[in-house]
């Protein structure tokens, strides 16, 4: 890792990038917290040239190598602040969407019913290939509103055709 030093003017041994994030990290058997700055999330945050970097990226591609163009930096603990390289792996902007509706980090998760308050339970609840849950009351009605609509346009058009 590269070098850090002191803005000019100011006393004071250069340390090492690499020395200043492992002195924030406490490791255990389990999660490498990070006891540095944090976002208002608990993602941990470290300054590097002026500009913030999450925590949990660096380990990453200090221990694993680059993150792909593209790709987030997942964690598989669940631990906002950990920066184990175990429990960090790649993934798109839909796994980590899926992993919080997976493991009810999501707002919507949280609720039992939908706007028009037909339950979220398993015989009502679609899941679309993105992950969202949608009412199947809600898409029933909604497909015969539909159907009426085209069947009144039908009618219009072989009354006025």
Same mark, same amino acid.
């Given at each position: 890792?590269?070098?850090?030093? $002191?803005? $000019?003017?100011?006393?004071?041994?250069?340390?090492?990038?690499?020395?200043?994030?492992?002195?924030?990290?406490? #490791?255990?058997? /389990?999660?490498?917290?990070? #006891?540095?700055? +944090?976002?208002?999330?608990?993602?941990?945050?470290?300054?590097?040239?002026?500009?913030?970097?999450?925590?949990?990226?660096?380990?990453?591609?200090?221990?694993? /190598?680059?993150?792909?163009? /593209?790709?987030?930096?997942?964690?598989?603990?669940?631990?906002?602040?950990?920066?184990?390289?175990?429990?960090?792996?790649?993934?798109?902007?839909?796994?980590? =969407?899926?992993? !919080? @509706?997976?493991?009810?980090?999501? =707002?919507? +998760?949280? #609720?039992? $019913?939908?706007?028009?308050?037909?339950?979220?339970?398993? +015989?009502? +609840?679609?899941?679309?290939?993105?992950?969202?849950? $949608?009412?199947? @009351?809600? !898409? !029933?009605?909604?497909? =015969? !509103?539909?159907?009426?609509? &085209? &069947? =009144?346009?039908?009618?219009?058009?072989?009354?006025?055709?």
């Amino acid at each position: 890792m590269e070098r850090i030093g $002191q803005p $000019q003017g100011l006393e004071g041994p250069t340390i090492s990038l690499d020395e200043r994030f492992w002195s924030k990290v406490v #490791k255990s058997n /389990g999660c490498w917290l990070w #006891k540095g700055a +944090t976002s208002r999330r608990g993602y941990g945050s470290a300054t590097i040239n002026g500009s913030s970097v999450a925590t949990h990226r660096i380990s990453y591609e200090a221990h694993v /190598g680059p993150i792909p163009d /593209g790709l987030y930096v997942l964690h598989s603990c669940d631990t906002p602040a950990c920066v184990n390289p175990a429990h960090l792996r790649v993934g798109t902007s839909l796994d980590n =969407a899926r992993d !919080r @509706a997976e493991r009810g980090r999501h =707002a919507n +998760t949280v #609720k039992v $019913q939908c706007p028009s308050g037909h339950p979220y339970d398993d +015989t009502n +609840t679609y899941v679309d290939p993105r992950g969202n849950r $949608q009412c199947r @009351a809600c !898409r !029933r009605e909604q497909g =015969a !509103r539909s159907k009426a609509r &085209r &069947r =009144a346009a039908a009618r219009e058009m072989a009354v006025s055709g």
